[in-house]
Nanobody
Framework: EVQLVESGGGLVQPGGSLRLSCAFS????????IYWVRQAPEKGLEWVSR???????SYADSVKGRFTISRDNAENTVYLQMNSLKPEDTAVYYC???????????????RGQGTQVTVSS
């Protein structure tokens, strides 16, 4: 059974940091991207970053230079280190499995339950 479980969200002040984790199981990482996507209140889903098992990464312009995605292949875990957080980063953050060669991060059924990140003073 494919499972993705996010953790690490919380309330942080502007300028602060958080590290999110996505623990996954039930599939081989080697043929998939793991994406982080987010959904702010009353807004659509937005992709944030992605990583392959080989370490290839991409970032949305809105988070480039502030967020860093990484993985621990032995632990089947992907991380999202978020620094210099802004109020506009407030959202539910999800990790999503997407087969390589596809880009259906918005419709993939293989998504975790999400973790809330709130950036507020």
């Amino acid at each position: 059974e494919v499972q993705l479980v996010e953790s690490g969200g919380g309330l942080v002040q502007p300028g602060g940091s958080l590290r999110l984790s996505c623990a996954f199981s039930g599939f081989s990482f080697s043929t998939f991207w793991i994406y982080w996507v987010r959904q702010a209140p009353e807004k659509g889903l937005e992709w944030v970053s992605r990583i392959s098992s080989g370490g290839a990464t991409s970032y949305a312009d809105s988070v480039k230079g502030r967020f860093t995605i990484s993985r621990d292949n032995a632990e089947n875990t992907v991380y999202l280190q978020m620094n210099s957080l802004k109020p506009e980063d407030t959202a539910v953050y999800y990790c999503v499995r997407v087969h390589m060669g596809y880009s259906d991060w918005g419709t993939s059924p293989y998504r975790g339950q999400g973790t809330q990140v709130t950036v507020s003073s």
